[in-house]
């Protein structure tokens, strides 16, 4: 993403602030997100705790390298894979986000997407990811 830096011109004292941006949001702002991530991760990871005890949710069988010669080229291929479906899915996230506010893709959903209120978009999202959940229940897992 490009580091972008705005300069604010028009104080009085003409002094000039600096914001750097990423991707068009404020630094502080990511800040924020990223407080909310390990919050809502912490909060999650204790009441799971909290219901499921000490036991494992999940139980891996045992594993063992046959050929570390030819296994780990192969996780080193996997894992670049990983990474690129990770930066694919922030990309799509990214521009879906930029479509449901109004920014980006063709002038007819822009304008639609414009003329929802700002406290229904949460509802519609709520929404859909109850329709997905019930139709596709084994995204709730």
């Known amino acids: 993403q490009k580091l972008q830096v705005e300069e604010d011109l028009d104080d009085p004292e003409e002094t000039v602030h600096k914001m750097a941006t990423v991707g068009g949001e404020a630094l502080a702002l990511q800040q924020i997100n990223i407080s909310a991530i390990l919050l809502a991760s912490v909060v999650?990871?204790?009441?799971?705790q909290l219901l499921l005890g000490s036991e494992l949710a999940?139980?891996?069988?045992?594993?063992?390298?046959?050929?570390?010669?030819?296994?780990?080229?192969?996780?080193?291929?996997l894992g670049g894979m990983s990474g690129l479906t990770a930066a694919t899915f922030s990309g799509t996230a990214q521009y879906l986000k930029n479509v449901f506010d109004g920014d980006e893709g063709p002038e007819v959903v822009r304008e639609t997407f414009q003329s929802i209120p700002k406290?229904?978009?949460?509802?519609?999202?709520?929404?859909?990811c109850g329709v997905v959940g019930v139709f596709i229940p084994q995204v709730l897992f």
């Open 44 to 48: 999650s990871a204790l009441t799971i």
């Open 119 to 128: 406290y229904a978009k949460p509802l519609i999202g709520s929404a859909f």
């Open 58 to 77: 999940l139980r891996l069988g045992a594993f063992d390298f046959k050929n570390p010669l030819l296994e780990l080229p192969l996780y080193l291929v």
